[in-house]
Structure formats: structure tokens, C-alpha cells
């Protein structure tokens, strides 16, 4: 990265150029077995939707932008397309069918408004791999989780207080838990996303 910084600095296109470092996932499972000090503050990791597997760093420098500022609003990859469009000199409104959101204005400080920290992002696994399939929306400080093979068990976190998704909530908030299943799942819908069918070979006791 400090090479890639300092090619930019040599080139003379710092003033007109934007840097953006971000992954597209957490860790993946053999990085934890092989630091087993690490203690990270979040649970799961990478092909999970849990926030271990969702939740990354991401570090933006660029003309406009303040040294040192943070932004604590959930932003998410496909944010990128919008933004780059108006970082070229581009209009990101006339973009139609895309899910993201033209975070340029916020670099340059413009607080975000409440439809913007509020707003529903998807995270849609509906296939086995290292987890049985699941899905997740996030809204605001409200995340849900829905395990396709357990609907028997509700789950509604509330991220500003429980970063790590220890607490389960949804018992004690079912109609919201039931508010934010179905803009999920009608979102699944709206969109044509594939949800799993029911496995008549899951074994409950592969994933205790």
C-alpha cells in the first residue's frame, strides 16, 4: 500500500486521485486456527454473515477528504459503483437498478440523515459450504439472522450495544423480529434470489 501511495506522490496525481482499501470479508477460518491469541471483537468469519464475516475495515484518502475523519455509517461494496461515477465527474442519480448508494458526499463531510443510517442492507447465503445456508439484513443498529434450516430459532441482535451477536433479542421483540423478516424475505422476492428448499439431510448436531 505505501508503495502504491508513494508511486501516486511521484506521479503527481495525489490532488486528483482517490485510494480505497477495503476487503470483501473477515477472516477466513485457517487465519484464526493459526493466531489462536486473537481475540477479535466479532463472531464468525469469512463465508458467514455473522458481522466476523461481513464487517471489514475500510480506508478512503483522496482529495476532499479530512484526515483522520470517521464515518460510523453501515456502508457496504456495491456503494462503490455510485461513488465512483460522481468521483469521475459522472451523475450517480441517473444510475437506475442498483442497490448502492453514492457515498461522495460523505467524504466530504455531509452528515448522513436518518434514511441513510437506516437503511436496510442484504447478506444472502443459500448454500452449504463451511455453514448451512442463512441470510441477513441489517437496519440501522438492528441486524437479523435467519437460518434457513432452523426457523424455529429467531434472531435480532442490536448492534450498537452487541457487536459480537451475543444477545439474542428477538423474544423479547417479535414484532419487530417479524417487521424485518418479511422486508427480507420480500426483498428475496423482489429481486429473484434463490432461497433454499428444505434439506432433508440436515443433521442439527453438524453445526452445534
Do not use: C
Amino acid at each position: 500500500i505505501g508503495a502504491v501511495l508513494d508511486r501516486i506522490q511521484e506521479l503527481g496525481i495525489a490532488d486528483n486521485t482517490y485510494v480505497v482499501m477495503v476487503s470483501d470479508n473477515g477472516y477466513r477460518h485457517d487465519e484464526l486456527q493459526l493466531a489462536p491469541g486473537l481475540t477479535q471483537p466479532h463472531h464468525g468469519a469469512k463465508w458467514w454473515v455473522w458481522q466476523g464475516g461481513i464487517r471489514v475495515p475500510m480506508i478512503v484518502k483522496g482529495p476532499g477528504i479530512k484526515p483522520g475523519s470517521v464515518f460510523a455509517g453501515n456502508v457496504v461494496n456495491y456503494d462503490f459503483l455510485p461513488t465512483f461515477v460522481d468521483w469521475a465527474g459522472g451523475n450517480s442519480h441517473t444510475l437506475q437498478h442498483i442497490d448502492g448508494v453514492s457515498l461522495a458526499p460523505y467524504m466530504t463531510g455531509r452528515p448522513p440523515d436518518d434514511a441513510f443510517l437506516n437503511r436496510n442492507l442484504y447478506f444472502h447465503y443459500p448454500h452449504y459450504r463451511s455453514g448451512a445456508p442463512h441470510s441477513a439484513m441489517v437496519s440501522g443498529n438492528r441486524k437479523l439472522l435467519h437460518f434457513y434450516e432452523r426457523p424455529d430459532i429467531p434472531m435480532l441482535f442490536d448492534l450498537s450495544q452487541d457487536m459480537g451477536e451475543v444477545h439474542n433479542i428477538a423474544a423479547k421483540h417479535p414484532v419487530e423480529h417479524r417487521k424485518l423478516q418479511d422486508l427480507m424475505m420480500g426483498y428475496f422476492k423482489k429481486v429473484g434470489a434463490r432461497i433454499p428448499k428444505s434439506n432433508p439431510d440436515y443433521d442439527p448436531d453438524a453445526y452445534k
